[in-house]
């Protein structure tokens, strides 16, 4: 199986600052088709996750300009060029291409300093 | 407005069953693969299962394969997940979503419902 490692775990950040989370797979995300799927969901405090990035960097209809996903084969980051409030929450990244098993990583807390 | 409403959590004991319902509305359920995932309490996300458009292909991931069951219902634009012999470490939070992509994951989920195994 996948697996998917984030650091950090959790990521005290000043408003206005940026932040940057890495996701690591132990394969290679690469598909035959020769995209690659890896994904990065957010879920805020007492609410259900929702997609923020599809893959690596193409952002869902409704996401901040702000968020941006890069990266390639086993290495991907989520950056937040300046955080605002409403960003805090846990951040998932997620394998699709070593479909049908999916894995998410074990998610980084942002947090307010 | 896209929707997903699950039922059907609660407290069971270990070795018992429960099945879980997903109603969708506000967009064509027949044509989107579905699928569930669960977060144990203070943790992260886990995928449980998917199944195709018409039922025609299920997967699991192996901690539930033989134990659960995804399966749905077009005609009532609904999902569920048949649960047997519930263990502790099944106790969670279960996320019904939807995918138009199975490559780009779940892009709507529901409010989520919770099952918890204790005796």
């Known amino acids: 199986d996948v697996v998917m490692t984030q650091s950090p775990l959790s990521l005290p950040v000043t408003l206005g600052q940026p932040a940057s989370i890495s996701c690591r797979s132990s394969q290679s995300l690469v598909h035959s088709d020769g995209n690659t799927y890896l994904n990065w969901f957010q879920q805020r405090p007492g609410q259900s996750p929702r997609r923020l990035i599809y893959k690596v960097s193409n952002r869902d209809s409704g996401v901040p300009d702000r968020f941006s996903g890069s990266g390639s084969g086993t290495d991907f980051t989520l950056k937040i060029s300046r955080v605002e409030a409403e960003d805090v929450g846990v951040y998932y990244c997620?394998?699709?291409?070593?479909?049908?098993?999916?894995?998410f990583g074990q998610g980084t807390k942002v947090e307010i300093k | 407005e896209v929707q997903l409403v699950e039922s059907g959590g609660g407290l069971v004991q270990p070795g018992g069953s429960l099945r879980l319902s997903c109603a969708a509305s506000?967009?064509?359920?027949?044509?989107?693969?579905m699928s569930w995932v669960r977060q144990a309490p203070g943790k992260g996300l886990e995928w449980v299962a998917n199944i195709k458009q018409d039922g025609s292909e299920k997967y699991y991931v192996d901690s539930v394969k033989g134990r659960f069951t995804i399966s749905r219902d077009n005609a009532k634009n609904s999902l569920y997940l048949q649960m047997n012999s519930l263990r502790a470490e099944d106790t969670a939070v279960y996320y019904c979503a939807s995918m138009v992509n199975y490559y780009y994951g779940m892009d709507v989920w529901g409010q989520g419902t919770t099952v918890t195994v204790s005796s």
């Open positions: 506000g967009f064509t359920f027949s044509s989107y693969w």
């Open positions: 997620m394998q699709g291409t070593h479909w049908p098993q999916w894995t």
